[in-house]
């Protein structure tokens, strides 16, 4: 199954069951997706979480119910997933920006979050660089920390992560590592990984290649897998040059060649040099294999 029919899949279940408690693994499922991998591709693609699509879906429901019939509030809440009125109320007032106990007033303005369709479409005719490689197993030494999965919050997060690395010695330590065959070259790779029992955060870390030699104290060694990588040339100011590239990968490189991601690891690498220049460039590994 491609990536755009699972995506419309999974999203066709979602609709379907939104009065329903929803499992994410089953949502990723119906995409035939790690839980990790679809909450990851949809934000990157949508620019907002599963989770908020899920939230803003309901709500919007729940307005049109309220402001169209006799229902009552409470009878609303449970129906849509929440434990009680006052919650109900809260995410309700949130959203719409008046009271559900308003919305039932005639002329009551209300806010709308459509349903997702997912669709090909021809626009702008990108050109990415990339290569493909195919690379044996390599051992990293890192700094690994939890981040959640939700889109938004991670891409506020990460640049702090990276921020607190350079303060606190940790990049230059990392820096002693690398050897002149290091696998990044001369660079420091942020790594993003899968983790299976974790729904709403993954481990996120920052390193380089590992040959030999004591482990710094604070720092862990981790082997990467033996994978082909889709290697991407990203160019511009970092971080918003590498989350635009994430987006056209997924939505014009995927569905349209003859590979998809494999194996839940992505790597984005980082030369020396100033990362707030518009000609900085660095590079995105994508873990693949053939349809």
Request: glycine share 8%; hydrophobic share 35%.
């Amino acid at each position: 199954m491609d990536w755009i029919t699972g995506l419309q899949k999974a999203i066709d279940y979602i609709e379907d069951n939104l009065t329903n408690e929803l499992d994410y693994t089953e949502i990723a499922g119906r995409a035939c997706s790690s839980t990790f991998h679809f909450q990851r591709v949809f934000g990157i693609l949508c620019g907002y979480s599963l989770g908020e699509y899920i939230r803003n879906r309901r709500l919007t429901l729940a307005g049109s119910e309220l402001a169209s019939s006799d229902v009552k509030i409470i009878d609303t809440a449970l129906k849509y997933g929440y434990d009680s009125p006052e919650s109900f109320g809260r995410a309700f007032t949130r959203f719409h920006g008046i009271t559900p106990s308003y919305a039932k007033t005639e002329g009551a303005k209300l806010k709308s979050f459509s349903r997702l369709s997912v669709k090909l479409i021809l626009d702008g005719g990108n050109i990415m660089n990339y290569r493909i490689e195919k690379k044996d197993a390599f051992d990293v030494i890192m700094k690994k920390k939890y981040f959640p999965t939700d889109i938004d919050l991670s891409n506020k997060q990460l640049p702090i992560f990276w921020d607190s690395c350079r303060k606190d010695g940790t990049i230059s330590v990392l820096g002693k590592y690398i050897t002149k065959d290091n696998i990044f070259g001369n660079a420091v790779a942020g790594i993003c990984f899968e983790d299976s029992t974790k729904d709403d955060e993954f481990p996120y870390a920052i390193g380089v290649e590992f040959k030999d030699g004591d482990v710094a104290e604070g720092l862990d060694v981790e082997k990467i897998p033996a994978h082909t990588w889709a290697i991407f040339e990203c160019i511009g100011v970092i971080p918003v040059a590498i989350q635009d590239l994430l987006h056209k990968i997924y939505s014009d490189f995927f569905p349209t060649s003859d590979y998809k991601p494999y194996g839940g690891i992505d790597i984005q690498v980082y030369p020396d040099g100033n990362m707030q220049s518009p000609k900085y460039k660095c590079e995105i590994w994508i873990a693949v294999k053939k349809k």
